[in-house]
C-alpha cells in the first residue's frame, strides 16, 4: 500500500506553511517569473496563473495522492502573505527518505524564510512521520542554496556532475539552458540534534483540520 503525507499545516515562530489553495495563484504566479527562481529551477516560462492554478489543483494533490511528495505554502504568520514554497519529492516510503526543495519569494529573501521552513520541515518529518534521511540537491553556482542547507545542518555528501541543467541570460536577453553540477546533500535525525529544540518542544505543527 502506497503512504501518503498527511495533509499538515506547521507552524514556527513566523511562518505558516499549509497546502497550497487557489487564492496563492496571483503570488505563486509572480514568485515564479522572478529571475533567481528562472534561473534555478525548471519550472515554464513565463509562469501564468493558469500554470499555477494547475500546479495547485492537480500537480500537487496527484503527488500526495500518490505517495510521491508534498507541496505545501510558507506564508508570514501575521500578515499570511506567501513568501516562499517547500517541496519534497522522489519519496521513499520503505527507506523513509524524501528529497526537500524551497523557493522564496523575491519580496521576502534576506529574512531566513528559506532556512526556517526547512528546518521546521525536517523538524517534522523526522518527529512525527519518522523519516530517516532528507536529502537536497543545490545547483553548484547557486550558493543561496547552498547557505541554507548549510543553515540547517546538512552535509555535504559529493557532486553529481553535469547532472543539473540551469538557465541564463544570453546577450540579447533570452534565456538559455546551461548545464553545471549538482551538490548533494543530507540531513539525518542526528545532524538536528539540537536544532530547532524550541519548536519540537512547543509542538510547533499540528493537523491542517485544526489549524485556523
Same mark, same amino acid.
Given at each position: 500500500?502506497?503512504?501518503?503525507?498527511?495533509?499538515?499545516?506547521?507552524?514556527?515562530?513566523?511562518?505558516?506553511?499549509?497546502?497550497? %489553495? #487557489?487564492?496563492d495563484v496571483p503570488a505563486l504566479a509572480e514568485?515564479?517569473? %522572478? #529571475?533567481?527562481?528562472?534561473?534555478?529551477t525548471d519550472v515554464p516560462q513565463p509562469f501564468t496563473e493558469d500554470g499555477a492554478r494547475t500546479w495547485i489543483t492537480e500537480y500537487a494533490p496527484a503527488e500526495r495522492a500518490a505517495g510521491r511528495g508534498l507541496d505545501l505554502a510558507v506564508t508570514e504568520f501575521l500578515t499570511q502573505r506567501l513568501v516562499g514554497v517547500i517541496q519534497l519529492g522522489k519519496t521513499n516510503w520503505h527507506v523513509r527518505s524524501t528529497e526537500l526543495s524551497y523557493i522564496v519569494a523575491p519580496w521576502a529573501r534576506g529574512e531566513g524564510y528559506a532556512s526556517e521552513a526547512a528546518l521546521a520541515t525536517a523538524q517534522w518529518l523526522?518527529?512525527?512521520?519518522?523519516?530517516e534521511r532528507i536529502e537536497l540537491r543545490t545547483a553548484a553556482d547557486n550558493t543561496a542554496s547552498q547557505q541554507v542547507a548549510q543553515k540547517i545542518g546538512c552535509i555535504s555528501e559529493g557532486v553529481l556532475r553535469n547532472a543539473c541543467i540551469a538557465r541564463a541570460r544570453t546577450e540579447d536577453g533570452r534565456w538559455t539552458e546551461v548545464?553545471?553540477?549538482?551538490?548533494?546533500?543530507?540531513?539525518?535525525?542526528?545532524?538536528?540534534?539540537?536544532?530547532?529544540?524550541q519548536l519540537a518542544e512547543s509542538n510547533g505543527f499540528t493537523s491542517y483540520t485544526d489549524w485556523n
Amino acid at each position: 500500500m502506497t503512504s501518503t503525507f498527511p495533509t499538515i499545516s506547521i507552524s514556527t515562530e513566523r511562518l505558516v506553511l499549509r497546502p497550497l %489553495d #487557489e487564492d496563492d495563484v496571483p503570488a505563486l504566479a509572480e514568485m515564479m517569473n %522572478d #529571475e533567481q527562481v528562472t534561473a534555478w529551477t525548471d519550472v515554464p516560462q513565463p509562469f501564468t496563473e493558469d500554470g499555477a492554478r494547475t500546479w495547485i489543483t492537480e500537480y500537487a494533490p496527484a503527488e500526495r495522492a500518490a505517495g510521491r511528495g508534498l507541496d505545501l505554502a510558507v506564508t508570514e504568520f501575521l500578515t499570511q502573505r506567501l513568501v516562499g514554497v517547500i517541496q519534497l519529492g522522489k519519496t521513499n516510503w520503505h527507506v523513509r527518505s524524501t528529497e526537500l526543495s524551497y523557493i522564496v519569494a523575491p519580496w521576502a529573501r534576506g529574512e531566513g524564510y528559506a532556512s526556517e521552513a526547512a528546518l521546521a520541515t525536517a523538524q517534522w518529518l523526522f518527529t512525527d512521520q519518522k523519516f530517516e534521511r532528507i536529502e537536497l540537491r543545490t545547483a553548484a553556482d547557486n550558493t543561496a542554496s547552498q547557505q541554507v542547507a548549510q543553515k540547517i545542518g546538512c552535509i555535504s555528501e559529493g557532486v553529481l556532475r553535469n547532472a543539473c541543467i540551469a538557465r541564463a541570460r544570453t546577450e540579447d536577453g533570452r534565456w538559455t539552458e546551461v548545464r553545471t553540477d549538482f551538490i548533494v546533500w543530507s540531513l539525518l535525525p542526528e545532524d538536528l540534534e539540537g536544532a530547532g529544540e524550541q519548536l519540537a518542544e512547543s509542538n510547533g505543527f499540528t493537523s491542517y483540520t485544526d489549524w485556523n
